[in-house]
């Protein structure tokens, strides 16, 4: 039977009730396909298309798709590229010469965008081009968007819209293999948010989603599509720039990440103030497998926040090996506490109106058997990562009652020890309950008690750090504010923080003898001090000379090695209430 004239000839009225209609034809292979191809149209389009004779027809159910009302129509190939984009033809017609279902976007008469799905038989030339095809086109436009809307399940974060982590691996992968090619440097970026989880336990979560919501909107923004950017997981972010020419474009991309938190974000009325903390590392020098990229720029972020946060660092192999002694203070410190290799040293302070020794503070030592003594700069910072320093500020703590209760047992009582306090204890511990059941159990006043605090532990959460801290001074513990001069230093926090004592820092008590600058200002704060009741200390005097001059502007206190390191308790304890004006 002759298909072409069949078709051509007879579709316009065939009924699908008719069912003789199908025994009109001989070719029983082609009376097969057709009859499929028709079962299936009659949800779609028929198509028939003779590119030989510059004919495309259409007959079914044609709103849907090309939008048009009528159930039979006639095209030619150039009207037919009204409705497809000129790129997706060619991939169009690979896919029909492959047999294969293709399915693209069109534009409709309607001028709707749908998706639909083309198949069908194709009658090629000895050149392999097609002179004949015939097939049904669906709309797939549900289907399309149900796929879709399950690959962004699995593949975007539902919160920011971005890649999610799963989608990142996949899309990394490609991504080095084509810099490999292309013989390009890339750069791995991960960015973590500073005390997240801080914003979240302070705001609520609800605030904290839409801080991550908004700070997504705008990283989006400082990126193109040549960047994959992820949110990798909670408050993590991770980039991958392709391309890197130099030190300078990386550096260029990082602030302009620390600048989008420069200014606060605003968030149901309230003012977010948060920093990040940002690792790199790169491709190919600092690994040539994402995972090992990955974990290369998470040891570089890790390093920018134990250096203080707010900062980035380059991963490098000295990284590695501080990343492998921390994972080594890691694990030793778990056991730490119960093996005993924890103890407390004091560190006289002296008063200068009468050169005697009111008071101690108490420093945490730790002398490991594998690692030997390691200093608390290095340790508390991973002991606060971990939240170990809960129960290691309890045993301070503990230690101090301890040593007061020995002092008021030996009759002094002329004297206060000072304990550090980590922002942890303060947010997270049952530290007022603690101090309470230590009064309790010591039958001690807490008044010999002095707790040191910094201004970055407070200024995460101000107010209520405030009242916090209100509440422990009402048991009677008094309140010192530490390392004044190296934070904000803000002269506004002394009328507002309930604080007893100022603690100069050290870097400006060095800076005091050679600095007309620093010494103008450590008078100051001393004046300015004594006028709102508070005491002034100043930490690591090492000469003379500066006790000398510390004395002439009416420093009330001075700490430092002049007088004495910090030591076992049985050395210094003779030194109290005693004057040591003796160099
Ligand atoms: P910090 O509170 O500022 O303590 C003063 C530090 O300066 C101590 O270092 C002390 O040994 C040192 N120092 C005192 N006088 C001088 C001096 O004249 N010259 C010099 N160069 N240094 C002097 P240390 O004991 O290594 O402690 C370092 C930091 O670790 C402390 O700084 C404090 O922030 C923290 N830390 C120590 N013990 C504890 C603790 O029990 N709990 C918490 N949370 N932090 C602690
Ligand atoms: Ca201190
Ligand atoms: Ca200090």
């Given at each position: 039977?002759?298909?072409?004239?069949?078709?051509?000839?007879?579709?316009?009225?065939?009924?699908?009730?008719?069912?003789?209609?199908?025994?009109?034809?001989?070719?029983?292979?082609?009376?097969?396909?057709?009859?499929?191809?028709?079962?299936?149209?009659?949800?779609?389009?028929?198509?028939?298309?003779?590119?030989?004779?510059?004919?495309?027809?259409?007959?079914?159910?044609?709103?849907?798709?090309?939008?048009?009302?009528?159930?039979?129509?006639?095209?030619?190939?150039?009207?037919?590229?009204?409705?497809?984009?000129?790129?997706?033809?060619?991939?169009?017609?690979?896919?029909?010469?492959?047999?294969?279902?293709?399915?693209?976007?069109?534009?409709?008469?309607?001028?709707?965008?749908?998706?639909?799905?083309?198949?069908?038989?194709?009658k090629k030339d000895e050149k392999d081009n097609i002179i004949e095809f015939e097939g049904y086109i669906h709309n797939i436009n549900i289907e399309k968007e149900a796929k879709l809307m399950l690959e962004y399940i699995t593949f975007y974060d539902e919160l920011t819209g971005l890649s999610n982590r799963k989608h990142f691996n996949k899309l990394i992968k490609a991504e080095l293999n084509k810099q490999s090619l292309l013989e390009s440097r890339g750069a791995l970026i991960i960015v973590d948010i500073d005390n997240f989880k801080f914003i979240n336990d302070s705001y609520g979560h609800k605030c904290g989603d839409f801080f991550l919501e908004k700070f997504s909107q705008d990283l989006k923004k400082i990126f193109s599509f040549n960047e994959l950017l992820c949110r990798f997981g909670g408050d993590e972010f991770i980039i991958f720039v392709p391309n890197i020419l130099d030190l300078k474009q990386i550096k260029e991309i990082i602030n302009k990440i620390m600048n989008l938190l420069k200014e606060p974000y605003i968030i149901n009325n309230k003012k977010i103030v948060t920093t990040a903390?940002?690792?790199?590392?790169?491709?190919?020098?600092?690994?040539?497998?994402?995972?090992?990229?990955?974990?290369?720029?998470?040891?570089?972020?890790?390093?920018?926040?134990?250096?203080?946060?707010?900062?980035?660092?380059?991963?490098?192999?000295?990284?590695?090996?501080?990343?492998?002694?921390?994972?080594?203070?890691?694990?030793?410190?778990?056991?730490?506490?119960?093996?005993?290799?924890?103890?407390?040293?004091?560190?006289?302070?002296?008063?200068?109106?009468?050169?005697?020794?009111?008071?101690?503070?108490?420093?945490?030592?730790?002398?490991?058997?594998?690692?030997?003594?390691?200093?608390?700069?290095?340790?508390?910072?991973?002991?606060?990562?971990?939240?170990?320093?809960?129960?290691?500020?309890?045993?301070?703590?503990?230690?101090?009652?301890?040593?007061?209760?020995?002092?008021?047992?030996?009759?002094?009582?002329?004297?206060?020890?000072?304990?550090?306090?980590?922002?942890?204890?303060?947010?997270?511990?049952?530290?007022?309950?603690?101090?309470?059941?230590?009064?309790?159990?010591?039958?001690?006043?807490?008044?010999?008690?002095?707790?040191?605090?910094?201004?970055?532990?407070?200024?995460?959460?101000?107010?209520?750090?405030?009242?916090?801290?209100?509440?422990?001074?009402?048991?009677?513990?008094?309140?010192?504010?530490?390392?004044?001069?190296?934070?904000?230093?803000?002269?506004?926090?002394?009328?507002?923080?309930?604080?007893?004592?100022?603690?100069?820092?050290?870097?400006?008590?060095?800076?005091?003898?050679?600095?007309?600058?620093?010494?103008?200002?450590?008078?100051?704060?001393?004046?300015?001090?004594?006028?709102?009741?508070?005491?002034?200390?100043?930490?690591?005097?090492?000469?003379?000379?500066?006790?000398?001059?510390?004395?002439?502007?009416?420093?009330?206190?001075?700490?430092?090695?002049?007088?004495?390191?910090?030591?076992?308790?049985?050395?210094?304890?003779?030194?109290?209430?005693?004057?040591?004006?003796?160099?």
């Amino acid at each position: 039977m002759n298909r072409e004239r069949f078709i051509n000839k007879d579709v316009g009225s065939l009924n699908i009730d008719n069912k003789d209609f199908f025994y009109l034809n001989e070719d029983e292979e082609f009376l097969l396909n057709f009859k499929q191809s028709f079962i299936k149209s009659i949800k779609g389009l028929f198509i028939y298309a003779s590119l030989e004779k510059n004919l495309i027809m259409f007959y079914g159910n044609n709103k849907d798709i090309l939008g048009y009302d009528d159930q039979f129509l006639i095209m030619n190939t150039e009207e037919i590229k009204e409705y497809i984009r000129n790129d997706y033809i060619n991939f169009l017609i690979d896919g029909l010469k492959n047999n294969k279902e293709v399915e693209l976007k069109i534009t409709n008469k309607l001028k709707k965008e749908i998706w639909i799905s083309i198949k069908g038989f194709t009658k090629k030339d000895e050149k392999d081009n097609i002179i004949e095809f015939e097939g049904y086109i669906h709309n797939i436009n549900i289907e399309k968007e149900a796929k879709l809307m399950l690959e962004y399940i699995t593949f975007y974060d539902e919160l920011t819209g971005l890649s999610n982590r799963k989608h990142f691996n996949k899309l990394i992968k490609a991504e080095l293999n084509k810099q490999s090619l292309l013989e390009s440097r890339g750069a791995l970026i991960i960015v973590d948010i500073d005390n997240f989880k801080f914003i979240n336990d302070s705001y609520g979560h609800k605030c904290g989603d839409f801080f991550l919501e908004k700070f997504s909107q705008d990283l989006k923004k400082i990126f193109s599509f040549n960047e994959l950017l992820c949110r990798f997981g909670g408050d993590e972010f991770i980039i991958f720039v392709p391309n890197i020419l130099d030190l300078k474009q990386i550096k260029e991309i990082i602030n302009k990440i620390m600048n989008l938190l420069k200014e606060p974000y605003i968030i149901n009325n309230k003012k977010i103030v948060t920093t990040a903390s940002i690792g790199v590392a790169t491709f190919p020098d600092d690994g040539e497998e994402s995972e090992v990229l990955l974990k290369n720029a998470d040891s570089a972020m890790y390093i920018a926040k134990s250096n203080g946060k707010n900062q980035w660092q380059m991963f490098n192999s000295n990284i590695s090996k501080e990343i492998n002694r921390i994972y080594s203070i890691q694990k030793e410190l778990r056991t730490a506490l119960d093996n005993d290799e924890m103890f407390v040293v004091f560190q006289p302070k002296v008063n200068l109106t009468d050169d005697e020794v009111n008071g101690f503070e108490a420093l945490i030592r730790w002398e490991n058997s594998e690692m030997g003594s390691v200093s608390p700069g290095e340790f508390i910072p991973v002991a606060e990562s971990t939240r170990l320093i809960i129960p290691i500020g309890k045993f301070v703590l503990r230690e101090v009652f301890i040593k007061i209760s020995y002092l008021l047992s030996k009759g002094y009582d002329n004297f206060k020890i000072a304990v550090n306090l980590s922002e942890i204890q303060l947010r997270e511990g049952d530290l007022l309950e603690y101090i309470k059941s230590l009064v309790e159990e010591f039958k001690v006043s807490p008044k010999y008690i002095e707790i040191e605090i910094t201004e970055s532990m407070i200024m995460k959460s101000v107010d209520r750090n405030i009242k916090y801290l209100l509440e422990i001074k009402e048991l009677g513990v008094s309140i010192a504010l530490d390392d004044f001069g190296t934070g904000y230093s803000s002269l506004n926090y002394l009328t507002k923080l309930p604080i007893d004592v100022l603690k100069i820092d050290r870097s400006f008590v060095i800076d005091m003898v050679e600095n007309d600058k620093s010494r103008y200002i450590v008078e100051k704060i001393i004046q300015l001090s004594h006028k709102l009741g508070i005491n002034v200390v100043a930490e690591g005097v090492e000469e003379k000379e500066q006790v000398e001059y510390l004395k002439s502007i009416d420093c009330d206190t001075v700490q430092g090695y002049y007088y004495s390191r910090p030591e076992n308790f049985e050395n210094v304890v003779e030194m109290l209430n005693k004057n040591i004006d003796y160099k």
